[in-house]
C-alpha cells in the first residue's frame, strides 16, 4: 500500500452482493445489486479510499464475492469472512493471504449460545496466531452471555455500537464491555445507529468514547443499509461521526484505528493496552 493511501478514510464496514443470491432458508434475500463501483461512487466523494468487506448474513459461508473483491483490490480493501469452525488452518492461512482480517459471528435473530464454537481451541489459536479478530453482532442487551462463551484472548470488534439495552455505565453489556477491555482487546464499531432499537445513538457513542478512548473506536458506513435502505444515506452516517466523537477524534477513527486493526501485519492483539 502506497503512503499515500494509507492516510486515507477507511470505512470499515460495507457489504457487496448480488441480487436473488442468498443462502437456503435466509431471512432475508435482497432484491437489488449492491456492486463495488456503488460503494466506492458514495465513499470517494467524501474521502473514504479504503474499506472493509463484511460478510452479510444472508449469504452464509459462501464469500466467494467478498474474495474476488479483494483479489481485485489487494491494498485498498480487507475482508471479514464467515466460516464453519472446523475450517482447516491452511485455508485461514489462504484467506489471510488474501487480505481476510476477521471472521464475524452474526447472532442477531438467531441462538446466541454458541455451542459449536465454544470448544474449537485450534481454530482460536489459529486466529491468534494469523492476528485476526472476531467480529460479533449480537441482538440488543445479549452481549454480555456471549462475551462469558469466548476465550478472554480474543480480540474483538463489537458490531454497531455493541447494542446495550440502555446508554449507562450499569448496563450489564457496557460493563461487560468494559470489564473485558481491561484484559484484552475490544473495539467497538460504530456502525448502524438505526439497528439500536431506538436508542440514542449520539448518546451511546460519545460514552464508547469516554470509557475506552478514541484509539478503541471505528467507523462503518454499514451500506448499502439492509432492510433500512430507506432510512439512511452515506454521507449522512458520515457526518453524523463528526457530531458523535468530534473532529479531534477523526483521525484515529478514520485513519489510524482502522489501519491498525486491517492492514498492519501484527493485528489488533498488538494495540492491547492503547
Not at 474474495?67 to 489487494?74: I, Y
Not at 481454530?123 to 469466548?150: I, K, Y
Request: proline share 7%; hydrophobic share 40%.
Amino acid at each position: 500500500m502506497s503512503k499515500e493511501l494509507s492516510k486515507t478514510f477507511v470505512d470499515s464496514h460495507f457489504h457487496v452482493f448480488q441480487a436473488g443470491l442468498a443462502q437456503p432458508g435466509a431471512r432475508y434475500v435482497p432484491h437489488y445489486d449492491a456492486p463495488l463501483q456503488a460503494w466506492q461512487a458514495q465513499a470517494q466523494t467524501l474521502g473514504v479510499q479504503r474499506g472493509v468487506l463484511v460478510q452479510p448474513s444472508f449469504l452464509g459461508t459462501d464469500n466467494s464475492h467478498l474474495l474476488r473483491e479483494l483479489t481485485g483490490n489487494p491494498d485498498r480493501l480487507r475482508g471479514v469472512v464467515v466460516l464453519r469452525p472446523d475450517t482447516p488452518v491452511v485455508e485461514l492461512e489462504c484467506l489471510n493471504a488474501l487480505g481476510v482480517r476477521g471472521i464475524r459471528l452474526n447472532l442477531a435473530g438467531v441462538s446466541h449460545r454458541l455451542e459449536s464454537w465454544r470448544e474449537v481451541t485450534a481454530f482460536w489459536d489459529a486466529l491468534l496466531a494469523l492476528g485476526w479478530h472476531l467480529e460479533l453482532h449480537t441482538d440488543v442487551g445479549a452481549l454480555p452471555g456471549v462475551l462469558a462463551m469466548l476465550p478472554l484472548a480474543l480480540p474483538l470488534v463489537l458490531d454497531h455500537m455493541g447494542k446495550p439495552d440502555a446508554i449507562c455505565l450499569r448496563d450489564p453489556s457496557v460493563s461487560a464491555v468494559l470489564k473485558r477491555e481491561k484484559q484484552s482487546t475490544v473495539y467497538i464499531k460504530l456502525s448502524g445507529p438505526y439497528r439500536l432499537g431506538g436508542r440514542d445513538a449520539c448518546a451511546l457513542a460519545p460514552l464508547w468514547q469516554s470509557e475506552l478512548g478514541k484509539h478503541r473506536l471505528l467507523w462503518g458506513s454499514d451500506w448499502p443499509f439492509t432492510n433500512h435502505e430507506h432510512e439512511a444515506r452515506y454521507p449522512s452516517l458520515f457526518e453524523a461521526l463528526r457530531q458523535w466523537v468530534g473532529e479531534d477524534a477523526l483521525q484515529a477513527v478514520l485513519v489510524d484505528n482502522p489501519t491498525a486493526v486491517y492492514w498492519d501485519e501484527r493485528g489488533p492483539t498488538s494495540q492491547a493496552g492503547s
